[in-house]
């Protein structure tokens, strides 16, 4: 069940809703512990619903990690254990939610690649990968490690099945920690009204619009030419890029709208989620993007496995191999491939050179923060066109598509212009450039492209995320504060802020009718497979 799916929208989503407010009304007016209760036991119903409508397999292997990772931290939390014996819990439920993960999404890839290096044909029994798995399992490693640490103590079971299992979060994130949801359940705390409800409608609808609107219809000139690379057609220049392009607003578009959606079935239900992105096309360095790209994953590696590994305290050599081991298992997170961990090692290596750079602009007494537009516009630059190259290995199915499309991309197959272009820059055809950048082979619509990318491009490089839109009602945790900008500066975005109001109900009813017309194309989240 896709949260874009007709059954989610007209029929899950209104009945889950309406029995919750229900549950919800009547628990306020009584002093019954079980009827106080019936809100949360009705969202963990709903949830595994929702999470067995793919596979009913999947709620056995879900329920066993709950219940046994449940265990583990109230016997890590009890006073009466040696620190060698809670240590000894904490290694066995490390490895036993990491070797879960490691068989079920990478037994595949390590039997092949073992079948490789030995000469041998072992073989693998079908396996059913179940989803969310890397999501969930994350969760209950940080919360096994911060009740190791005395940092968290939870004896309700029933809140932490909820904590695992609300579905807004449990199939693409975001990456909810612990002490992000659970002191949201006490009574005195957890409160609904229309108002709320109607705040997380409207962000629920601005993060359909993104996936049915935006990232479904780019992504019809993503697929063609990965596709055509990966049958050896080689893309011109123009397509290439295209193709590149439309795939990096495709990802954004389609994973930030699901996570906003997210964010606003939450806060119908009166729970607040982390944000999970934060404009990261906007970002003016490496460093920058990884602040504002999938946040929680980010906060996730830099917590439980990039400090822990000495972080930047050992010098500057160690940060950097820190860096890098965290970026290339941050790579095989996302997927059982070596383009995967290609695509970590690149950012990893990218944030090596970024440290590096502020390391020695500090030294020299340069105040970073105070950059002038100039250099702003330089590390925007920068920084963009490398995420859109890393993308592509992050897309392609193994290295010769990727370097397929990257040759073209770099012109190493000539450099060929959308026709387009021709009346404005026809006199550099005597240099070599060609204007017939779009082909038959192919099959791209070239001003319809062109259009789409320049309108998702806008949108990305200098319009407001949905938090900024929505930011007075405080629909997320931890608002982002410090972040670089081009645009540090928009008092005509004040104006346009949301409001409950005639002009804005108008806008989000028009958005939403049009999403309902795109529902005939129901595609999955890119982040599912992950």
Not at 54 to 65: D, E, F, H, K, V
Not at 262 to 283: T, V
Not at 323 to 329: A, D, N, Q, S, V
């Amino acid at each position: 069940m896709l949260f874009n799916s007709p059954i989610f929208i007209f029929f899950f989503l209104p009945a889950v809703l309406s029995v919750f407010l229900l549950l919800k009304s009547l628990s306020a007016r009584s002093d019954h512990h079980l009827q106080k209760r019936l809100p949360i036991i009705w969202l963990i119903f709903a949830s595994l619903f929702f999470y067995g409508w793919w596979y009913p397999g999947n709620l056995a292997i879900i329920l066993t990690s709950i219940t046994l990772n449940y265990g583990l931290g109230i016997l890590l939390n009890r006073n009466g254990f040696s620190a060698i014996v809670r240590k000894l819990l904490l290694v066995v439920g490390i490895g036993g939610n990491l070797l879960a993960i490691a068989y079920y999404k990478y037994a595949v890839f390590l039997v092949e690649n073992a079948n490789i290096l030995l000469g041998q044909n072992f073989q693998v029994p079908s396996i059913v990968l179940p989803i969310a798995i890397s999501f969930f399992t994350f969760q209950q490693i940080a919360y096994l490690v911060d009740a190791y640490a005395v940092r968290t103590e939870e004896r309700n079971f029933i809140n932490y099945v909820f904590f695992i299992t609300f579905f807004p979060q449990l199939i693409a994130g975001p990456i909810v920690h612990h002490s992000d949801v659970l002191p949201q359940l006490s009574q005195t705390r957890w409160k609904v009204a229309i108002p709320e409800v109607m705040i997380g409608i409207t962000i629920f609808i601005m993060g359909l619009f993104k996936k049915v609107v935006f990232a479904d219809s780019i992504a019809e000139y993503a697929t063609p030419v990965f596709n055509a690379a990966s049958e050896n057609i080689i893309p011109t220049f123009s397509e290439a890029w295209v193709g590149a392009l439309a795939y990096t607003f495709q990802l954004y578009f389609d994973f930030s709208g699901y996570s906003d959606m997210a964010i606003g079935l939450a806060f119908m239900f009166g729970i607040r989620l982390p944000i999970n992105f934060f404009s990261p096309y906007q970002a003016i360095s490496i460093t920058d993007f990884w602040r504002r790209w999938h946040i929680t994953l980010s906060n996730f590696l830099r917590d439980y496995l990039y400090i822990p590994l000495g972080g930047n305290r050992k010098g500057n050599i160690r940060q950097g191999l820190n860096l890098m081991t965290t970026m290339l298992l941050g790579g095989l997170w996302h997927g059982a491939g070596w383009t995967f961990i290609f695509w970590g090692g690149l950012h990893g290596l990218a944030l090596v050179i970024n440290h590096q750079y502020r390391t020695i602009r500090k030294r020299l007494g340069h105040q970073i923060d105070r950059d002038s537009a100039l250099l702003k516009l330089m590390g925007w630059s920068m920084t963009f066109i490398f995420v859109v190259i890393a993308w592509v290995y992050f897309r392609a199915e193994n290295f010769t598509t990727a370097n397929i499309i990257l040759a073209s991309m770099f012109g190493f197959n000539g450099i060929e212009l959308p026709s387009t272009f021709q009346p404005l820059l026809g006199s550099f055809s005597n240099s070599g450039i060609g204007f017939s950048g779009f082909t038959a082979a192919i099959g791209l619509r070239e001003k319809r492209a062109l259009f789409w990318l320049f309108c998702l491009g806008m949108t990305a490089f200098i319009m407001p995320n949905t938090q900024e839109w929505m930011g007075r009602y405080t629909p997320v945790l931890k608002m982002p504060t410090q972040m670089g900008s081009l645009l540090t500066k928009r008092s005509w975005f004040e104006l346009l802020r949301w409001h409950p109001n005639k002009v804005w109900s108008i806008t989000i009813g028009f958005a939403a009718g049009i999403c309902f017309l795109a529902l005939n194309r129901i595609s999955e989240f890119l982040y599912f497979q992950f």
